[in-house]
């Protein structure tokens, strides 16, 4: 049997244990999964409740965030709840700059590279910088790619979207992704889109560049986990999935059996 060890750093003497680090290491051996909760979609108590069920089928890690309407306190109390339960890391996905916790393992601190507006290219992440150095959270640098539809995201995050089968478009965003230094980069559809990212668009962003690459948006059931992680996906979010099926925990654990 194969035995993860957190790979850990020690800073000021506390121990910190590398988010990113344990990524790359699943990633030798299995493809990731990860689990989106938005707090603002359910009270704390139901995240809780979702965040359970989802490590009982078998999530790698959990990501908290997605909407732009989230202050610190909610995000406290949900990550803090979710903490009591599980052992799974918890990461950040921010939709703004108020969406920071101290009890979060790390944060996303991701570029929406195709953005028509500054703020989400730079600007929240410049606002949130000092915050976060303070607290001495870990920062995952990621290139955030939202494609057709884009759904809510898209819409907020006023993107100039990229076609779900624009493969040159999306090879150009990728490649800057990797001249950025980026550590991941995500292929977003938008939470709740009918379907996910094209297929020959994550396989020839695969094909062409090193960094891991993240698919989220449209993944509702095993077929569709399945050719995505087929086209070379090196890990999968899901969300809605998991708020909307009467049954989160089989949903989810159809769709883990995939990776």
Partial sequence: MIRITLTTLKLNKVEYVSVYKNIMEILKY????????????QSPDRSVELAEKADKAGTDFFLIGGSTDIDSRLMDKTISGIKEKTE????????????????????????????????????????????????????????????????????VGNARLIGRDDENTALSYAFA???FGFKLLYLEAGSGAPEPVGCNVIRRIKE??????????GIRDYGKARSIIDAGADIIV?????EKHSNPYMALKDIISAI
Avoid: C
């Fill in 208 to 217: 062409s560049v090193k960094i891991p690459v993240i698919v989220g948006g």
């Fill in 30 to 41: 299995k493809r990731v999964h990860m689990t989106l909760i938005d707090p603002a979609a």
């Fill in 88 to 155: 799974k890391q918890i990461i950040i996905f921010p939709g703004s700059r108020s969406m920071i916790s101290r009890y979060a393992d790390a944060i996303y601190y991701m570029m929406l590279m195709n953005s028509t507006n500054i703020d989400y290219i730079v600007g929240h992440q410049i606002g949130s910088a000092s915050i976060l150095k303070m607290m001495g959270i870990e920062t995952i640098p990621m290139g955030y790619l939202i494609f057709e539809p884009g759904m809510t995201v898209g819409r």
């Fill in 177 to 179: 992704a990797e001249f």
């Fill in 238 to 242: 899901t969300g809605t999935v998991i």
